[in-house]
């Protein structure tokens, strides 16, 4: 008679047979598949909870107020990444094929700017047998993006807003830049020629977050400018950091050569405005400060993700680019 496998269950000592090994697989898997949705929809309800101020109808002051009763009970970090989870995942899954849930929410979302008919079995296959991250290094090289040929010209007005790779690691369960647009090392983008797109004075406005301040400084030299101030946005909104719960982003003001504004206009160095569930997406009111400064001279906004009047723009985002 052939011996059958059996493995032992580390928790109980039960002896379990190799079936039985299959099919708690796929209980387990199930289960995540499960706690993912439950997420989300923790995530739902308290996104709609805290945009309707129905704490409030509760008589607590705050979202924060509301989670920290001991009834209630959810850590703000938890539940603050549930309400972020949800806003980011939400649209996109309402035109998920079901079939795609089968390997989870996140890598559903990852897949769905490339599934067609005729390739989802073969999608699908790859999901079940890579991590996400492996996942997202496997789509990168299926489908890979063109990148555009900066334009001729010289500008007088630079908006940039590069895609920074970060040097850590997020856990398998959390999405990171990269599940949202290609990144580029520090070295790629101080490689860009932009010192071949600017006038000999010009202006540059240079978006950055505190992790990577010091790496948008060599940005700044290597394009040719000098920093001269700052614009700090407060985006309202909690994030995650390992140092403290980072809210706020640094639009960076630099020049090459003589650039002053052409309007004496003083704004306030620091916007409040409630960021928008479209990640890394930033408020238009920066851009209005930009015109309402400089006046005149052509404006590009590199890495830009639309078509914007008065501006040229340049990135893989912007819809038509590869047609051009």
């Not at 945009?51 to 920290?68: G, I």
């Not at 005149?296 to 047609?323: H, M, T």
């Amino acid at each position: 008679m052939e011996q059958q496998a059996v493995l032992i269950d580390n928790r109980t000592g039960e002896i379990i047979k190799a079936d039985d090994a299959w099919e708690r697989h796929r209980r387990i898997v199930g289960l995540r598949n499960d706690i993912e949705r439950s997420f989300l929809e923790l995530g739902k309800e308290l996104h709609f909870f805290h945009q309707d101020e129905q704490f409030k109808d509760l008589n607590y002051p705050t979202l924060d107020a509301y989670l920290a009763d001991p009834v209630v009970d959810i850590g703000r970090r938890m539940a603050y990444y549930a309400i972020s989870v949800y806003r980011h995942y939400a649209l996109i899954l309402e035109s998920a094929p079901a079939a795609l849930l089968e390997v989870g929410i996140v890598k559903a979302a990852m897949m769905i700017p490339y599934v067609t008919r005729r390739n989802m079995d073969e999608l699908l296959a790859s999901a079940s047998t890579l991590s996400r991250r492996g996942l997202r290094d496997y789509l990168a090289e299926k489908f890979p993006k063109g990148k555009p040929q900066l334009p001729s010209g010289k500008y007088r007005i630079i908006y940039a807003d590069p895609p920074w790779q970060y040097g850590n690691t997020m856990p398998e369960y959390f999405t990171e830049q990269a599940d949202h647009y290609d990144l580029m090392t520090l070295e790629e983008i101080c490689a860009l020629p932009v010192k071949e797109l600017v006038a000999d004075a010009a202006v540059l406005f240079l978006w950055a977050t505190s992790p990577i301040l010091e790496e948008a400084f060599q940005v700044v030299h290597a394009w040719g400018f000098e920093y001269k101030t700052s614009f700090v946005w407060d985006k309202v909104k909690h994030c995650m950091g390992h140092y403290n719960s980072v809210r706020h982003e640094l639009l960076l003001v630099c020049v090459r050569g003589s650039c002053m504004p052409d309007e004496p206009t003083l704004f306030d160095s620091v916007v409040t405005e409630e960021r928008s569930d479209r990640h890394s997406e930033k408020p238009e009111v920066f851009r209005g400060f930009i015109d309402a400064l400089y006046t005149w001279g052509p404006r590009i906004e590199l890495f830009s993700r639309k078509q914007v009047k008065g501006w040229d723009v340049w990135g893989n985002e912007v819809p038509g680019f590869a047609e051009s």
